[in-house]
């Protein structure tokens, strides 16, 4: 999957002729507003998954849902899912649950759903849902990036240095230099430790952040917030087989090309 490219994508499925980036960031967006709904009402429950990670019934439950409700609006469709495995098809979602899941189940109101569709392997639509603040970031290719929020809201304003949301160092880590990396932006650059990628993506396309990087991604981290951040006017680096730099202004180049030394 290729989260850099931007060209328009037209096709058409065997189910109701063409459909349009517009149509799937539609389905997109409203089941991630009907899980989140469901997110209220469940029991959650956690267990281990690997040394640093963990899973919640939550994470289980909400991806099966985004998988029956994405697939049926889209017959023929198929779903690469953080816990529930992958498949491919010409249309394809990428879905992360409960991006966040550590904050999630310690009771820290840093976690979304993450929803993007793809079209032969390039990314159109993203969708990400903040079920505690009940904002809703979506864009996609021929439709602008907006945010949807009931609550309180500041317009971004500027700052001094530029402000970045990483999560480097994570626990685990198989790279080498990432706590002297994490010194040297911390010279440069005011620091935000989000523990969620997705959401982090999601507020530097909003503007509330100049950028944001992490190594240790997968596509379902990445996928829709990678399409905010490109419609609203920002890029997004791929770095190595799992990593990124995203954002707008010089920060992103100072941090892809650090991040490029330590991945390689």
Known sequence: MDVAQSQPVGFVTDHNG???PGDLLALAAQSCVDAAKLLHELRVDVAAKGPFDQVSTADLEIEAFLRTSLT???PGSAVVGEELGAASAPITWYVDPIDGTRNFVRGIPLSCLSVAAAVDGVPVAGCVLDPFRDELFTAAVDVPFAVRSTGLTITPGTSPRPLVLTDIPMPGSPYRGELELLGSLME???VRRVYSTAL???WVAAGR???AANLGIHPWDV???AVLVREAGGVYREIGRDGFAAGRGEIVDWLHDRLEDIVT
Do not use: C, K, R
Request: net charge negative.
């Open 18 to 20: 063409s459909v349009t």
């Open 223 to 225: 996928a829709a917030g």
């Open 72 to 74: 049926g609006g889209a």
């Open 200 to 202: 982090s993506l999601a």
């Open 209 to 211: 952040a100049d950028a």
């Open 188 to 190: 440069v650059a005011d």
